[in-house]
């Protein structure tokens, strides 16, 4: 295992470590439970050191992922062998405000690295180098191993779309619900209240199998508009209630439900009250789904958890626009192989 620290960005730190968290755990690592890095980083431990693109590759509310490469008197001498290789490298200061040009730990990492024949590039170098304080005056070397592309996710915002609605979630929400949910290639994940598409979007690309249901063609007829503008293809979108509609083929059984419910007084859906559709309909998908699979929903009123052999492992309140405050609530249903005894 490899330990990475995940630089999170700051607008949900909960959220986003819970992201991180079930990410690392979707690629086959799990969060570090000892081991402190610099502040606003999650560690994590992950199977190797190239897992960490695929990280970053997944992750939406995160920046970039370190790697401790050497601490205290070993770090010159670790940059000045880095530099025989190295074209060009920055070299900044991460934990705590820099004192720029004048910041001597930093200073002298950088004259280690060019006087090996390095060349210290802020703008665009070829590799990206962290000094950390430890405490007590100790420095540590980070190297950023993987970043986040922070821009992708705002490619896929509202106004690029071709079909829009203000229920929409945005796309970097969607895709930390699609992470808590531990999504893998080939999963089956279900979104019983699709909307525009935006939760099934962020778990087809990252590579799920997508059902959805929507009582309102239009949404659905938008959705798959949606999705096809992503490159994402679903395998079964239908028209009707969550709540009795099934599927054709064998998709009886999934591996996560992803799903934002209609909230407060929504007239989408059909005059029903919308707490009484989430009790409806959740607990009929819920039951679907394999053991060790994940529930993740999106809340903006009291729901119950969906039955006993459901356990609450995330709750995270989060503003998704100026007026509204919702909760990303994840289940994990027991897994019977590792409860039984
Ligand atoms: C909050 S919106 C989902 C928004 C979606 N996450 C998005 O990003 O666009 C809830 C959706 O549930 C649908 N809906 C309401 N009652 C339903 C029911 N009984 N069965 C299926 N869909 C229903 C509405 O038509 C609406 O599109």
Redesign the pocket.
């Known amino acids: 295992m490899t330990r990475v620290y995940v630089e999170v960005s700051g607008e949900s730190v909960a959220l986003a470590a819970a992201e991180v968290a079930a990410a690392a755990e979707a690629l086959g690592g799990r969060r570090a439970s000892d081991g402190a890095g610099p502040s606003g980083t999650v560690a994590v431990d992950l199977p190797d050191e190239a897992s960490a693109a695929a990280l970053a590759g997944r992750l939406a509310l995160a920046r970039r992922c370190l790697v401790r490469r050497a601490s205290g008197s070993e770090i010159e001498p670790w940059l000045r062998r880095a530099a025989t290789d190295v074209g060009s490298a920055s070299v900044r200061r991460i934990g705590r405000p820099s004192s720029g040009t004048h910041d001597p730990a930093v200073l002298r990492a950088g004259r280690a690295f060019a006087a090996a024949g390095g060349r210290v590039e802020l703008d665009a170098p070829d590799r990206r180098f962290w000094i950390h304080s430890s405490g007590e005056g100790a420095e540590e070397l980070f190297e950023e191993v993987a970043a986040v592309d922070r821009r992708a996710a705002a490619a896929r915002r509202m106004p690029t779309l071709p079909f829009q609605?203000p229920?929409?979630?945005p796309p970097r929400l969607?895709r930390a619900a699609a992470n808590l949910a531990r999504v893998r290639p080939g999963d089956r994940v279900i979104?019983?209240?699709?909307?525009?598409?935006?939760?099934l979007a962020e778990a087809g690309l990252l590579g799920a199998r997508i059902f959805g249901?929507?009582?309102?063609p239009e949404?659905v007829r938008g959705?798959l508009r949606n999705l096809a503008h992503l490159g994402v293809g679903a395998q079964e979108l239908l028209v009707?209630?969550?709540?009795t509609?099934e599927f054709s083929g064998e998709a009886n059984d999934f591996d996560a439900v992803l799903?934002?419910?209609?909230?407060g007084r929504?007239s989408?859906?059909?005059g029903?009250g919308?707490g009484a559709?989430v009790a409806?309909?959740l607990p009929r998908w819920a039951a679907r789904v394999r053991p060790g699979g994940r529930l993740v929903v999106?809340v903006s009123g009291p729901t119950d958890a969906p039955g006993r052999e459901w356990t609450e492992v995330v709750r995270v309140p989060i503003r998704v626009h100026r007026s509204l405050t919702r909760e990303f609530r994840v289940y994990e249903r027991a897994d019977v192989t590792t409860t039984r005894s």
Do not use: K
Request: glycine residues 12%; negative net charge.
């Open positions: 609605r229920v929409s979630l969607a979104d019983p209240f699709v909307g525009t598409g935006a939760l249901i929507d009582r309102d949404m959705a009707g209630d969550a709540g509609v799903t934002d419910p209609p909230y929504a989408s859906t059909g029903e919308s559709v409806r309909v999106v």
